[in-house]
């Protein structure tokens, strides 16, 4: 897909606005004690800030994992973004695939609550990068 430079800043623009809506809605969720769904809100704040640091740089992207691999090539093994941020990128994937689809499993609150910090230090440098 093709996009006009005003698309694409306005498409960057509403990526970064459902990044910082939906990590007010991990923090809700995770004030009510519901980690399971905080961890899912967690993880697509993150993605959405991803895709849009992405399509500000003229990346495309049609899936997570390829969403995964773009982030990781151009932004973490180039130095750009610390490895530390593609660690937990992928943590909250995985944190998020298991609580979404496997019934046996329910996120660690303490573990979660150590990503909150590290997710929204991600936000800023992708929002200064952007």
Partial sequence: ???SEEERTTLVRY???KARN???EAEALMAGNLWNGAANRLYYSVFHAVSALLIHDKHQVNTHQGSHALFGL???KSGKIPAEYGRLYSQLQTMRDESDYNCLY???PDELKEKLEP????LNIIETMI
């Avoid at 997710?119 to 991600?122: P, S």
């Fill in 1 to 3: 897909m093709s996009l």
């Fill in 15 to 17: 990526q970064m606005e």
């Fill in 22 to 24: 939906t990590m007010c």
């Fill in 74 to 76: 151009n932004y973490i």
């Fill in 106 to 108: 329910d996120v660690n």
């Fill in 119 to 122: 997710a929204k230090q991600l």
